[in-house]
């Protein structure tokens, strides 16, 4: 059996044990011995997190060749359009080559915790929300995404990866649970 800990990362907290230049991270979070992340959430992401104690586990969950999906809740600057939409669903082309096709939906404000900073907004420029789901797992691939096709994000919310779900888990809240490996 293997440990896998689900955990609610912060904004602006590092998905990291050690400290680096005065940021938070993990061990002001999660107390367990022998833990480490399967994956990242850069410092200016919030959401799903999933550390493990078994290393095979680790592998599977955050290598891309494995295809694991992993869904994020966007808040894009503008009025997100159809034209965008189907280009971030066929794949967007990047400087570090074309992405994979997503699936991608405009949705309604979601109900989420409020930011801590909030986003700058500006009054004359909408935001939209849309739901992106991935099957790869480049450095900070969502914001290069929607700035490519000229939606900026200013929230990046993960809340799934593969089957784990982050449902109710408040920011900084993680939770315990074993599973076959």
Same mark, same amino acid.
């Given at each position: 059996?293997?440990?896998?800990?689900?955990?609610?990362?912060?904004?602006?907290?590092?998905?990291?044990? #050690?400290?680096?230049?005065?940021?938070?991270?993990?061990?002001?979070?999660?107390?367990?011995?022998?833990?480490?992340?399967?994956?990242?959430?850069?410092?200016?992401?919030?959401?799903?997190?999933?550390?493990?104690?078994?290393?095979?586990?680790?592998?599977?969950?955050? %290598?891309?060749?494995? %295809?694991?999906?992993?869904?994020?809740?966007?808040?894009?600057?503008?009025?997100?359009?159809?034209?965008?939409?189907?280009?971030?669903?066929?794949?967007?082309?990047?400087?570090?080559?074309? #992405?994979?096709?997503?699936?991608? #939906?405009?949705?309604? #404000?979601?109900?989420?915790?409020?930011?801590?900073?909030?986003?700058?907004?500006?009054?004359?420029?909408?935001?939209?929300?849309?739901?992106? &789901?991935?099957?790869?797992?480049? %450095?900070?691939?969502?914001?290069?995404?929607?700035?490519?096709?000229?939606?900026? &994000?200013?929230?990046?919310?993960?809340?799934?990866?593969?089957?784990?779900?982050?449902?109710?888990?408040?920011?900084?809240?993680?939770?315990?649970? &074993?599973?076959?490996?």
């Amino acid at each position: 059996m293997a440990r896998l800990i689900l955990f609610n990362k912060p904004f602006g907290v590092l998905s990291q044990f #050690t400290p680096e230049a005065g940021h938070p991270c993990l061990a002001d979070y999660i107390d367990q011995p022998k833990v480490y992340p399967a994956g990242r959430l850069d410092r200016d992401s919030e959401g799903l997190l999933l550390l493990t104690d078994n290393g095979k586990l680790q592998q599977r969950l955050s %290598n891309p060749r494995h %295809n694991k999906k992993k869904r994020y809740l966007v808040q894009a600057e503008g009025d997100i359009s159809k034209v965008a939409l189907e280009i971030l669903r066929t794949g967007v082309e990047l400087k570090d080559g074309r #992405t994979r096709p997503a699936s991608a #939906t405009r949705i309604n #404000t979601p109900s989420l915790w409020p930011r801590v900073p909030p986003i700058r907004v500006r009054e004359t420029v909408p935001t939209s929300w849309l739901s992106l &789901t991935l099957r790869e797992g480049r %450095n900070r691939q969502v914001r290069r995404m929607t700035a490519a096709v000229g939606f900026p &994000t200013l929230r990046l919310v993960r809340v799934q990866i593969a089957e784990w779900l982050l449902e109710d888990l408040e920011p900084g809240q993680w939770i315990s649970t &074993t599973i076959a490996d």
